[in-house]
C-alpha cells in the first residue's frame, strides 16, 4: 500500500493550494480517503474525508466553506482544494485510507493507510 502526498507549499493569506494524494495498493473505490494536519505543538486533526463508495464527505469546523475535498477513482487519487488559507492552516498535511469504508473510524484517526506529509505553510 502506498499513499503519496504533494502539493503543500509556502502561499500569502487568502491564496490557495491544492494537495494530491495518489494511492495504490487497496480498493479506492471503497475507502473512505482524506486528509488530517498535525499543527507545531498541536494533535493532529481530521481534517476532511471522502467515502467513494457513496460521495459523502466530511469536513471539520474549521475548513467548512474553504477546503473542498474530491477524488478521481480513475487515478485513485484524493484531492484537497484550499481556498481563503489563513496562517492557522499552517501544518503538516497527511492523507489517510480507510480501506473498509467506515467514516467514523477514519474520523477518529484510525485508518489502515496513512501517507507521508506534505508542508503548508500560510505566512500572515
Known amino acids: 500500500v502506498q499513499l503519496q502526498a504533494s502539493g503543500g507549499g509556502l502561499v500569502q493569506a487568502g491564496g490557495s493550494l491544492r494537495l494530491s494524494c495518489v494511492t495504490s495498493?487497496?480498493?479506492?473505490?471503497?475507502?473512505?480517503v482524506g486528509w488530517f494536519r498535525q499543527a507545531p505543538g498541536k494533535e493532529r486533526e481530521a481534517v476532511a474525508c471522502?467515502?467513494?463508495?457513496?460521495?459523502?464527505?466530511l469536513y471539520g469546523d474549521s475548513v467548512k466553506g474553504r477546503f473542498t475535498i474530491s477524488s478521481d477513482n480513475a487515478k485513485n487519487t484524493v484531492y484537497l482544494q484550499m481556498n481563503s488559507l489563513k496562517p492557522e492552516d499552517t501544518a503538516v498535511y497527511y492523507c489517510s485510507a480507510e480501506p473498509r469504508g467506515w467514516m467514523v473510524h477514519f474520523w477518529n484517526g484510525r485508518s489502515d493507510y496513512w501517507g507521508q506529509g506534505t508542508l503548508v505553510t500560510v505566512s500572515s
Open positions: 495498493g487497496f480498493t479506492f473505490d471503497r475507502a473512505v
Open positions: 471522502r467515502a467513494n463508495s457513496n460521495s459523502n464527505t
